[in-house]
């Protein structure tokens, strides 16, 4: 008995490896077996089109409380005098005034500020003509700003400036700020 066991175990361990060798067998040229097929013939959906599937019936969600999406820096302060104040008196510049760091500001100055506060930060840019001056950077007032209420500004706007957060970047927007520093002797 255990003679004929072994005889059916030599036979059969090679028909089923076999078998399974050619159930696995890759044939480019002809479609293969499918098992589930829910997944892949689910309907796609365009991104601004309603969605019977989703919770909320559109096919964009709303991103995750509390997420923060890449190359983005959270900011949590609104606009008005009162938020740069205080963002003035909590938010400090994590950058130092290297030379690498006030080359780029200027850069950043030269491309987004100049043209209306002037290469020198004047409030004398090119612009002035069609629009009031902006304020320029080398009075008292300007001089006895924190460093993030210059920075508010930059990233809210404020009274005829608009917001620069879409343009200039997180980091770019303290660069240009210890430029503006540079430009008022500090």
């Known amino acids: ?25 890759r044939n480019n040229a002809a479609r293969n077996l499918e098992w589930p097929t829910q997944m892949q013939y689910s309907p796609a959906y365009l991104s601004q089109t ?32 009162e938020e740069a104040i205080r963002a003035g008196n909590e938010l400090k510049n994590p950058f130092q005034p290297t030379e690498e760091n006030l080359a780029r500001g200027q850069q950043v100055f030269n491309n987004q500020c100049a043209v209306c506060h002037g290469a020198t930060g004047a409030g004398d840019g090119p612009l002035i003509p069609k629009y009031p001056n902006p304020p320029a950077y080398n009075t008292d007032k300007s001089k006895a700003l924190a460093d993030g209420n210059i920075f508010h500004v930059i990233t809210l706007g404020r009274n005829n400036m608009p917001s620069h957060a879409a343009l200039v970047s997180f980091d770019d927007r303290w660069k240009a700020v210890l430029y503006i520093r540079k430009l008022q002797g500090k």
């Open 50 to 81: 309603p969605n019977p599937v989703l919770p909320n019936g559109m096919t964009e969600q709303m991103p995750v409380a509390g997420t923060i999406p890449r190359g983005y820096q959270p900011f949590h302060y609104g606009p008005g005098p």
């Open 1 to 25: 008995m255990k003679n004929k066991a072994s005889w059916l175990g030599v036979i059969l361990l090679p028909v089923i490896v076999l078998g399974g060798l050619l159930l696995m067998n």
